[in-house]
Every structure is written in C-alpha cells, then in structure tokens.
C-alpha cells in the first residue's frame, strides 16, 4: 500500500510554548492514566469563562487528539480514500506538519450511521507517535517531522482479513513495547522496530477479530498485568510472556463489548450493550489465578468507557443517562435524566467533565449521593464521538469536522 509523506513548509517552525505544555500532558486514549482521571488545580463549577481559541477545519475521524511537547496530533479521513495525520501548534493551532496512507473501509450496513472513518486514538511516546489506521495498520511517525519510522499491516503479517469494523484498538505503550489488539488477536510489538514479539487470544481474524476495546495495565494481587476484553472475553494477560492468567466470558449482544474496562480491588468492571453490568472478581493461588463473577447489575452500558471516584464507577448509559454504581455492592447509586448517545468524560477530583456525541459539554459532581449537574454548554452543532482532552487550562475537542482549542479560565 502506497505511503505517502508531505512534508510542509512548516514543518520547522515551532513557536515557543509554556514549559507546562512541553510535556505529555494527554499521551494516549483516555489520558495520561488511560483511566480518564487527572490531578489539575480545581477546576470552575461553570463555563462562563470558557473561550474558542483556535479552530482548524478537518475531515472526519473518531480519534481523540493527542498533546505532547507543544504539539496537538490528529487523525482524519479524506475523500473516503485517505488516512491523514497532522500535527497543530498547540498555541497557535498552526500546521507545522502532516502525513497521510491510502486508506478506507466500508463498515457492515447496521452500522454505518455512525461512519467508515478512522477511529483508533493514537499514543505518543517520546519522539515517536503510533496511529492505527483502519485497515488494520499501526504505523509509527516522527513526532517532530511526520516521518514514518515504520509501519506494520497486521493483514498481511499474520493472513487475517481486514476486520469488519476496523481498527479500533487504541496502542498501548509500557515500558519498550506496544501492545495492540489487532490481527484477530492480541499483539505485543517492539516500539522501536514494530517488529512481533507474540501474539495471542487468536480467533481467526473477521468480524470476531474486530476488536473495540482497549486494553489497561494493572497490578492486580500484586502480579503486572494487562486486562484486555475481546468481543467475547475478558482476560488477564501476563505482558512479557502472553500467556492468559485469567479468563470469563462476558455476555455482550452482536460481540459488543466495547468499553475500557474499569480495574478496582482485585476485580474488573464492565458493561456491555442491551446487556448488564458486570463485576468479575480475580482470585490468586500461589502463582494460579481465577475469576469469577461477583454481581451483575442491571445498568447497561454501551461505547462509553466508565471512570471510578473511591468506590464508585461513573458509568453512561446506551440510553445517554450517566448512572453512579458501587462497586463493592452492585448497586446502583443514582441515574440521571437523559444526555446524548455518547460520553467521553474527564475527573479531576470531585468534578466530572463530559462531552456528549451531540456537542454538548457537561460539569457534574461526582458525587455518590445523587445526581449534581453544575453547568452544561452546547459549543457545537456538530457530533463529537472523539474523546476530549485536557492540558492545564485548555480544551481540544474533535469535532467530527475540526479540530478546537478551548481555553478555560
């Protein structure tokens, strides 16, 4: 497949930026924690002081942007033909570079409402961004310059079929590896190379390879893991050797399982579509692991990824009401009255920022008691499927046609 760079007449110049911004501050999908939490001074119980910075027209992508060393990285489709990536001054928003590969997919007709663009949100590390492309690629770019570094199509690689739905997966990057779900599996790649290290929970590829969560790192009784959730399954990956710790199969209508799942106490949250709720409890044994379910619940969610506050799980529903459930009982807490289909939302102590598919920001308190919503904007008319993302006081949201810069005092 034919890759192609442009390089622009921009690509360097950089314009000095705060030392704050000059880290990653949102590396990869869900931020720095991959759990949708930060830690910022407090932030504002209202949006009187937020204000549009700079604004840049793009084609269509569900990926959330990515902000590292004074740069904002995004992804787009273009004609129905393209995958391009560019990189944004933070400050400014000007182009300082992009990069773009053929590209495109048709997904199955149910579900084509919601679009055949890119979908996966990149990570960043260093001086090195990974972008998945919808064709089942990962290809690795020079964050200063765009240049592609390397790249792998895991169709070829491995003899699967392009996956129904795309890539979905958003990388993961510990330590010197890559870890993907890609290929009708779960991958583990060299970061620096893209070359394989293993690849597991293989189940031939096709509409059952098509992967829509993502995997997390997590300590859970002690041993380092990964917690991934295929479309039927959630397991407990040991990430230097591959091999399955743990296992249980989730039900999930049409293989749904969509949302990262929630690690707490030695146990894995999760929700699947026109399902429940489900809380998976690990046991350990010496080196032997298990897991078994400890409650399901009735709340059912859907593409929307939870966050957790103490005891509580934060979770939207595929109704658009956000429901409070504790973990430790499988009870539900609370639920609210109806928001947008989707919700990609940020914590930052008490307060719970989210933005709904329909453009609308929501400020809520976290709060387990009831449901407490300080403020709420309309800032679009257009969809917003991508994840929000956060650096000191600015907002990036992705627009399903722009790429905008708030500034929140």
Not at 4 to 13: D, K
Not at 77 to 91: G, I, L, N
Not at 174 to 200: I, M, N, P
Request: one cysteine or more; aromatic letters at 10%; glycine letters at 10%.
């Amino acid at each position: 497949m034919r890759l192609l760079l442009l390089a622009l007449a921009g690509t360097c110049l950089t314009v000095a930026a705060p030392a704050d911004d000059r880290t990653a501050c949102w590396p990869q999908w869900r931020g720095p924690n991959r759990d949708g939490t930060i830690s910022e001074r407090t932030w504002p119980t209202d949006f009187r002081n937020l204000r549009e910075r700079w604004r840049v027209p793009l084609g269509p992508s569900y990926s959330g942007p990515i902000i590292s060393a004074g740069r904002v990285f995004t992804t787009e489709t273009v004609d129905k033909q393209r995958e391009v990536v560019r990189a944004f001054d933070q400050q400014t928003g000007r182009q300082l570079w992009q990069t773009e590969w053929e590209g495109a997919l048709r997904v199955p007709f149910f579900a084509r409402r919601n679009g055949d663009w890119i979908r996966s949100t990149p990570a960043v590390d260093g001086d090195a961004l990974y972008v998945g492309g919808i064709r089942d690629v990962l290809v690795c770019l020079d964050t200063s310059t765009g240049a592609v570094r390397w790249r792998v199509d895991f169709t070829e690689r491995y003899g699967t079929d392009v996956p129904s739905f795309g890539f979905v997966c958003s990388p993961l990057i510990v330590g010197e590896h890559l870890y993907v779900q890609a290929g009708g599996g779960f991958c583990k790649l060299d970061k620096r190379t893209g070359a394989s290290l293993w690849r597991v929970l293989d189940d031939g590829g096709g509409m059952l390879g098509s992967a829509f969560s993502s995997p997390v790192p997590a300590t859970i009784h002690g041993r380092p893991q990964l917690v991934v959730q295929t479309r039927l399954t959630l397991c407990g990956i040991d990430p230097d050797s591959g091999a399955t710790l743990w296992s249980h199969d989730v039900p999930a209508f049409r293989g749904m399982n969509i949302l990262t799942p929630l690690v707490y106490d030695n146990g894995v949250f999760t929700s699947t579509h026109r399902n429940k709720s489900f809380f998976y409890r690990v046991t350990r044994s010496g080196d032997d692991f298990d897991c078994e379910l400890a409650w399901e619940s009735k709340p059912q969610g859907y593409m929307s990824s939870p966050v957790l506050r103490g005891q509580h799980a934060y979770l939207p529903l595929g109704n658009g009401r956000l429901s409070c459930i504790d973990l430790a009982s499988g009870q539900e807490a609370w639920r609210s009255s109806a928001f947008g289909p989707y919700w990609s939302m940020i914590l930052n102590g008490s307060r719970l920022l989210a933005l709904d598919a329909k453009g609308e920001l929501i400020l809520v308190e976290a709060d387990p008691h009831e449901f407490r919503l300080l403020a709420r904007k309309r800032i679009t008319s257009d969809e917003t499927w991508a994840h929000l993302a956060i650096c000191g006081n600015q907002l990036f949201v992705r627009e399903l046609e722009a790429l905008v810069a708030y500034e929140w005092k």
